[in-house]
């Protein structure tokens, strides 16, 4: 028997890998049943096939059931690891349904991101209900594209899941790819390569990055794959309409059904709306569902673990993203009375590197400290005389200057994008350039928490008719080696009279950090972070078409008038700073 038989058939070899190696827990039960499998599909509405395989316990008339809908490929790796998943589960009672999406895994029809899941995944539920071992009770699991199909389904009942196990994923893919209005190029082209056709594919970076660097960029997939159908809609649509209204269709996060585990990482890029997801529910779900619904965010981009600068180890997205799914299905569904050893919220503080329970998000113990920006006229590179404190500025010098063109954009380097370039990277190339502002706090006397949402109030005027403005902050160790944590973006219009500063608010993605003693506190601010957004042209042109480009000569003020500050959420409490 080849090593894809024994692990697709649920023998003991597969069993034993998932239960000894994968995801062991002290919280999970023991698996007590041998597996069958088989494959069942039905036919759509508009006659498309959706194909499933079938793992079910021996001996186990009606059971409860895990729904997973594959938007991928049915390629070697993708089933083995699909397969041991399934076997973990049905070991221990529970009936898996391993379905394919429309035009992946081993169903038919054409191949879309996201457009069909929810009329798909309403039929799935009616198909579940005939089973001759559906016992009614039903969870779903699934992270990215996996954890959409549960979004698109979250406010059905009768049949409707009783529980969903969501992760990278949130009910707003529109702000997703349009963060601050400017548009995740390389993430776009990263999905169009890997997605584009009738199967998925491993992504070649020099496509990526011949894709990328080309304008328009309504060609850029075309450049690096072939014309991609789904691509040019995401471009195109640069705002919200009826094409990402039927995405992400009207409140779902508060009209879910049943109680969910959202689990999200720092560095992925559905994090910002994945946290007001699970705000909207905990304040405007039904109580019973709000009360039950968890939250737990760790150190990873999109299904990446990523390395942190102080520390050798990491935390594997992967395992992490099963090994609760037991416990919390168990709970959720009946299955059986252990209590939920599971906090309301659980996150992973970085710098300190120690996972820590709390009861809400964002903390309610927090102090949201403005920290003003300063220098002597020259906050150009780290070598300036940018810094930033909690002092409002009395500089003479009121203002910062750069000029920002598109043919020279400030490279990317880590954040949050789909791909494997995400997480944190070196910044110190990057602060060596002149159209990058750097403002840096004094060496801190203590450690310092920084965790929940922040955002940077900058006043700016431009010479141009819609430019972009970022903020990236850093943590700056005692070697001086700099460490990204967070950044955000915003792109908008701006009046032909840029005499009269305009006061502008840019959201960065939430974080949770530890500054320690010694380290400085740093604000990057640019107007380009290429080719995680697309770069701003600065013609006020169509940005999908927009192939001509003009440079942008940039001004931030700081001054008691107006006075720029990064607001960081603030956990510690010192009499250092006066907080």
Known sequence: MTVFAMLSSCTTTSTFVANKFLFTSEDVRSANYRVTTKTDSFTTNDGIKLVADIYHPEGLQKTPTILVRIPFSKTFSTQIRSSIIACYWASRGYTVVLQGA???????GKFYPLIHEREDGIETLKWLTKQSWYDGRLAMWGGSAFGYTQWAVADQTNPGAKTFFIQIASTNFYKMFYPGKAF??????YWAIRSHGEKDRDVNPKALDKGVNHLPIIESADIAIGN????ND????TKENEYWEKIDGIKRAENIQA???LMAGWFDPFLPTQLDDFKTITTKAKASIAKETRLIVGPWGHAQSIKLPNSNKESPYRIASVFPSIPWFDHQLGVTNFPLKMAKVRIFVMGINNWRDENEWPLARTKYIPFYLHSGGK????DGYGNIDINISTDKSEYDTYTYDPSNPVPTAGGAVLDDRSGIKLQNKIEKRQDVL???SSALPEDLEVTGPLKAILYVSTNTPSTDFTAKLVDVYPDGLAYNLSDGILRQDYKRD???????????WPTSNVFFKGHKIRLEVSSSNFPHYDRNPNTGEFMPTATKTKIANQTIFHSKQYPSQLILPIISKTKEFGF
Do not use: C, M, Q
Not at 228 to 231: K, R
Not at 234 to 237: A, E, I, K
């Open 379 to 382: 906050a150009n590179t780290a």
């Open 228 to 231: 991609t159908d789904f691509y």
């Open 102 to 108: 429309r035009g992946r895994y081993k169903s038919g």
């Open 234 to 237: 995401w471009v195109n649509n």
């Open 438 to 440: 750097v403002y840096t």
């Open 498 to 508: 840029n005499t009269t500063p305009t006061k502008i608010e840019i959201e960065l």
């Open 259 to 261: 109680p969910v585990l």
């Open 184 to 189: 995740s190029l390389e993430s776009a082209v």
